[in-house]
């Protein structure tokens, strides 16, 4: 029997089973609400990070069908925040890609230690959590 990613796999093993702690529909059982509403349940596949390294023309299509199904999703939002705060480094979030989100939260990391000054000029310095 073939499994994720055409690796072979064992009776009886859920299909999902390597990939599945990356996935938002995974979480079901973690109590967060918005996850029942996630379009991406039962597609971890499409939206975890595979097991093994693939050719980045296979990368980009898998991103980009999980990108169209979060597209539609009607908790995107909360699915990103998830991740974000979460700290998700993993797989395809709330429309997202760790890279991409690595550059949110460097981004917002940024924009903390910025403050504009009375007179429009930018400094450097950190807020207080």
């Given at each position: ?13 859920a299909v ?14 973690s ?30 299509r ?5 990108k169209a199904?979060?597209?539609?999703c ?10 974000l705060?979460?700290?998700?480094r ?31 000029s ?5 807020l207080?959590?």
């Open positions: 029997m073939v499994g994720s990613f055409g690796k072979p796999q064992a009776p009886g093993v999902t089973q390597c990939t599945t702690r990356f996935h938002p529909s995974s979480l079901l059982e109590g967060e609400p918005w996850q029942r509403e996630a379009a991406c349940r039962g597609e971890a596949e499409l939206f975890a990070e595979p097991p093994v390294a693939e050719p980045m023309v296979v990368q980009l898998r991103e980009e069908a999980a199904v979060c597209a539609r009607p908790v995107l939002l909360e699915c990103r925040a998830y991740a705060r979460t700290q998700q993993t797989g395809i979030w709330g429309g997202l890609t760790a890279r991409e989100r690595s550059a949110v939260r460097a981004r917002e990391a940024r924009r903390q230690r910025l403050l504009v000054t009375d007179n429009g930018r400094r450097d310095r950190k207080s959590a």
